[in-house]
């Protein structure tokens, strides 16, 4: 594969497949074909493709079940489902599965590429903490708001994650086993330094000195357990950022 943005178009109708492959391919995108779900499934398996632009009702497998494999299999990968009927229940299943892109046809080619850009570059958030609750609860309201949220437990578990995935930003719990939110902060920002630091904690005078260091180390603020998850996504979408990739 070249290291173009690589986009598999999946749809039955041979015509519109042409098409919007044609276009992508002018706008300088790599891109392959399926013609339906199962065919997507199986071009999956031999590669990760960016973005998969890809019709909901097609035969064989359609394109929900489509989206579940993908996602199961390379959950990097990002999705637009595409449909051109008022499904309500494939479209709510597809949401249900995780779906966060879901366009009407017909789709104007211009908002099309647009929107396969948004998706190309969005950088999750990492979230780390010991309290499984915490990181449920925080991901469920992320996910809500159309964000691609990662968990790690300790801070060991968030380095292997930023190593391998950029992450736009990071909510880091204090008290972490072994290697502190201090610590992880730093170590993340080793690695990818601009990852944006949110520290968590419920002890806020026994770790003001961790807090004030964290500061220091471009930590943008702190939330203060307990705390209502819609705090962490009204903090992302003040300081969010994209990391748009070069073309």
Do not use: W
């Amino acid at each position: 594969m070249s290291d173009e943005l690589t986009v598999l178009v999946v749809d039955d109708n041979e015509d519109l497949l042409e098409t919007f492959a044609m276009i992508l391919k002018r706008r300088g995108f790599f891109v392959e074909t399926a013609e339906n779900g199962l065919s997507a499934v199986d071009k999956f398996k031999k590669h990760a493709y960016d973005v998969a632009l890809m019709d909901i009702v097609m035969p064989e497998m359609n394109g929900v079940e489509a989206f579940r494999q993908i996602k199961e299999m390379h959950p990097e990968s990002s999705v637009i489902l595409m449909t051109a009927y008022s499904d309500e229940a494939l479209i709510q299943m597809a949401k249900d599965q995780g779906a966060r892109h879901i366009v009407h046809k017909p789709i104007k080619i211009e908002q099309l590429i647009e929107l396969i850009m948004q998706v190309a570059s969005d950088e999750p958030i990492l979230v780390i903490d010991d309290d499984e609750e915490i990181c449920r609860s925080m991901t469920k309201v992320l996910e809500q708001q159309g964000y691609e949220v990662l968990t790690a437990c300790s801070g060991e578990e968030a380095i292997d994650i930023v190593r391998e995935r950029a992450c736009q930003m990071a909510f880091i719990d204090v008290k972490l086993p072994n290697i502190d939110g201090l610590e992880t902060l730093l170590r993340l920002k080793e690695i990818n330094p601009d990852i944006l630091p949110i520290m968590m904690t419920g002890f806020r005078n026994e770790v003001k000195e961790a807090l004030d260091k964290a500061q220091k180390a471009a930590a943008v603020t702190c939330l203060y357990k307990p705390f209502d998850p819609a705090e962490a996504s009204n903090i992302v979408k003040k300081i969010g950022k994209k990391s748009h990739r070069p073309r």
